[in-house]
């Protein structure tokens, strides 16, 4: 099952405009990420948010964490054409696994 | 700097046959795995090693075989395909974090193995 969940599925916007995309996660985290995926392509590390962080940027990018309610966003700011691609949450388990768990996605199209 | 590189990019199999997909990575990560993308459900682990001859098991290991015997190359087998295979096949690496102290959970990814079975 899948421990991520991202809303919306799909998101349409204006070249300029921000956008955000949501993560609900089931059980307590180590930490979050956030990867991209072009189409056809592997997924790219954007990222990391750790459990007792609330909030982290990289450049465009916002990241806000909310242990309390088990959710994270991604905002994506001044958003561009290059930015259209699929976005995904990941998170680990606590327990000491090597290994994460990813999200269904959420497909951003961002139009010129 | 190759990264992560998966062979082959494209497969087309017939029910029952065997194939290896190979990832091999050049950055001295210690940590591989090995995920299928199908529309809709996201990355799903099949198996994951964490070291040099050791394997585990993933989330949705049935019907897939892996082995570790060099640290760089992870290998993904298919004893027998089913159409229920038919999938995007990722591989990805990481290492541990030694100032950090755990692993790091910056995947790096490869381009992916496209394989339908018939």
């Known amino acids: 099952s899948q421990q991520g969940e991202e809303d919306p599925q799909a998101l349409s916007i204006q070249e300029g405009e921000n956008a955000t995309m949501n993560c609900s996660y089931k059980?307590?985290?180590?930490?979050l990420q956030w990867y991209r995926q072009n189409s056809g392509r592997g997924l790219v590390h954007l990222i990391l948010?750790?459990?007792?962080?609330r909030e982290k940027h990289s450049g465009r990018l916002r990241v806000t964490l909310d242990t309390s309610k088990k959710s994270s966003s991604l905002l994506i700011t001044a958003s561009r054409a290059a930015d259209t691609a699929s976005y995904f949450c990941?998170?680990?388990?606590?327990?000491?696994?090597?290994?994460?768990?990813f999200g269904t996605g959420t497909k951003l199209q961002v139009i010129p | 700097n190759a990264g992560v590189t998966q062979t082959p990019k494209f497969r087309v199999l017939k029910t029952g046959q065997s194939m290896t997909l190979l990832c091999a990575q050049d950055?001295?990560?210690?940590?591989m795995y090995w995920y299928r993308q199908d529309p809709g459900m996201g990355l799903r682990l099949i198996h994951y090693?964490?070291?040099?001859?050791?394997?585990a098991k993933g989330e949705v290991p049935d019907g897939y075989n892996v082995s570790r015997l060099k640290k760089q190359n992870f290998l993904l087998g298919l004893e027998s395909a089913a159409p229920s295979q038919t999938s995007v096949y990722f591989c990805?690496?990481?290492?541990?974090?030694?100032?950090?102290?755990?692993?790091?959970?910056?995947?790096?990814f490869g381009s992916g193995t496209r394989l339908t079975v018939v």
């Open positions: 990805a690496s990481s290492y541990y974090d030694q100032e950090r102290g755990w692993p790091n959970y910056g995947y790096t």
């Open positions: 059980t307590s985290i180590n930490n």
């Open positions: 948010i750790r459990s007792n962080e």
């Open positions: 990941a998170t680990d388990l606590r327990g000491g696994y090597q290994k994460v768990t």
């Open positions: 950055m001295n990560h210690e940590y």
């Open positions: 090693s964490v070291g040099e001859g050791t394997t």
